[in-house]
């Protein structure tokens, strides 16, 4: 099946997955969900296929980690599916109804948005998570994940495909793109008659590289240059703590901190309790000068990338700053959007953080790894946006969605 045909085949499949009800949407969800535990052995050696190929390439520790499943990840995915059943189906639904003085009837009510690509990289489970957001939320989905994962992606598609056949929802409401090479990216990023937005999700280059070339309407998401400032009235043993979450828990994800920053009042002593944490993990340390100073041969010079840099590893960048003013001005300068974070124990200064950073989210004593659909009670995310337009954060059902307006009269002309 050609590309076009494919888009063609997602778009009839969008238009009668439109006026699907709730159960049915939720009874195909839980037949996806337990065709993923009773067929986890084949997705499992699928993905070892992969994770082989991947370790020979020389893929790095945290990017194999990213691309790994597990017995556990499958019933954890799983349980997401499951999740996302029990949501409120957004379809259909009215928040809002006028009479206006002529006497006609508006209301606006939530709409699909149709054929929905997704470009995305290593982790296999962003096919399902995309999938099921989908299907809930109305939209036929095509997906194209990276060549890492090409035999994890063939195989979980064809599970939830086969779990569709016996159900009451067409089987191209879920499709994958079976070639990996970049000629087909680019010709799904330009396949406007059939594509009605375009999701790239993965490292800055993809999304970059997509919003720059796609003539499909794009959503940014996933540029995670993330920073953690740690303020000169904060609690260092949880400052500590907090940081070595947010680098270390999984740094290959766009919610890890890249770069941290330290008030000169306590930078020292924050280090020693922070280095012997990120120590465990062989955490590299690109250090300012006034770092430096402080770290001696623990840590290496940063060169100016560095402050720009979305690492996926266990490297953090290292800066000294003197105060909230600067750390602010620095966040504005260098941050990506997607989450930053304070450590403090001043209202006044956490106020002020919240306030004035741009970011669609910011934490306060808090790991900025919660920034994740999962975490925040959407059951699953298709991405993190960092852009203003139309949606901001983790993207669940609802950011899926649009609007229609229904205007009813009775003979009123204009």
Request: glycine share 8%.
């Amino acid at each position: 099946m050609t590309l076009k045909e494919q888009g063609a085949a997602a778009k009839d499949a969008a238009r009668k997955l439109a006026v699907v009800g709730t159960e049915a949407k939720n009874r195909a969800l839980e037949r996806i969900a337990g065709a993923l535990l009773d067929h986890r052995h084949a997705w499992l050696e699928a993905n070892a296929e992969d994770l082989a190929v991947a370790e020979a390439a020389g893929m790095r520790r945290s990017l194999l980690d990213r691309l790994r499943l597990t017995e556990d990840r499958i019933a954890s995915i799983a349980a997401g599916v499951r999740s996302v059943i029990a949501l409120p189906d957004p379809i259909g639904r009215t928040d809002r109804t006028e009479t206006r003085p002529n006497g006609l009837i508006i209301s606006r009510r939530r709409v699909p948005l149709g054929v929905i690509a997704m470009i995305f990289e290593a982790r296999p489970n962003v096919a399902v998570d995309a999938a099921v957001l989908c299907l809930k939320s109305g939209n036929a989905c095509i997906l194209r994940g990276g060549s890492e994962a090409f035999r994890s992606n063939i195989a979980a598609v064809r599970i939830m495909r086969e779990a569709l056949s016996g159900s009451d929802l067409p089987e191209d409401c879920i499709s994958l793109v079976q070639d990996a090479g970049r000629e087909t990216a680019r010709e799904l990023m330009h396949l406007n008659e059939y594509v009605d937005v375009l999701i790239p999700r993965g490292g800055a280059g993809l999304i970059r590289s997509v919003a720059r070339e796609a003539t499909v309407p794009v959503i940014r998401t996933g540029e995670g240059v993330c920073h953690l400032y740690i303020d000169e009235k904060a609690d260092l043993d949880m400052g500590a703590q907090i940081l070595h979450n947010a680098k270390c828990s999984r740094p290959s994800v766009c919610n890890a901190v890249e770069c941290v920053l330290i008030h000169e009042k306590i930078a020292d002593a924050f280090l020693r309790r922070a280095v012997p944490l990120l120590d465990a993990e062989h955490t590299e340390l690109r250090c300012d000068e006034n770092a430096l100073a402080l770290l001696g041969s623990r840590g290496v010079p940063a060169r100016d990338a560095d402050w720009d840099a979305e690492y996926g590893d266990y490297i953090l960048a290292v800066r000294i700053v003197s105060g909230l003013d600067e750390a602010l001005d620095f966040i504005a300068e260098h941050g990506t959007g997607h989450s930053e974070g304070i450590v403090t124990d001043s209202l006044a200064s956490a106020q002020r953080f919240t306030h004035e950073v741009d970011a669609a989210a910011v934490y306060v004593n808090a790991s900025t790894r919660f920034t994740d659909g999962g975490e925040f009670g959407f059951g699953a995310e298709i991405g993190i946006s960092t852009q203003k337009m139309h949606a901001r954060g983790p993207m669940g059902l609802e950011e899926l969605t649009s609007w229609k307006y229904i205007v009813c009269g009775c003979g009123q002309i204009r």
